[in-house]
């Protein structure tokens, strides 16, 4: 079955930076576009970035500039860099694929960023 893993938060410091890593297992992983979301406490589940299968890149306005997604298909992960980190940014990602019209996700890890 589909499993995604994701790793890498933690409690950091405003402007600071954290890389957060989302190991697949289950799917042929070159062959889908993967996305991180995040969920602030109270908050809905709100798409920062997709990476495609070709490695192109989109990111939420707030983060662009800021965060870099990127992915490696030889370990079937995805990463997410992110730098200049504000207290707006604290929130648990997760990470996400679309396969056969159904969502898969990770249990998410904590992003903790203190202003």
């Known amino acids: 079955q589909v499993q995604l893993v994701e790793s890498g938060g933690g409690l950091v410091q405003a402007g600071g930076s954290l890389r957060l890593a989302c190991a697949a297992s289950?799917?042929?992983?070159?062959?889908?576009?993967m996305n991180w979301y995040r969920q602030a406490p109270g908050k809905q589940r709100d798409l920062v970035t997709t990476i495609t299968s070709g490695g192109s890149t989109t990111y939420t306005d707030s983060v662009k500039g800021r965060f870099t997604a990127s992915r490696d298909n030889t370990k079937n992960t995805v990463y997410l860099e992110m730098n200049s980190l504000k207290a707006e940014d604290t929130a648990r990602y997760y990470c996400?694929?679309?396969?056969?019209?159904?969502?898969?996700w990770g249990q998410g890890t904590q992003v903790t960023v203190s202003s």
């Open positions: 289950g799917i042929i992983f070159s062959k889908y576009d």
């Open positions: 996400n694929v679309v396969r056969w019209g159904f969502a898969y």
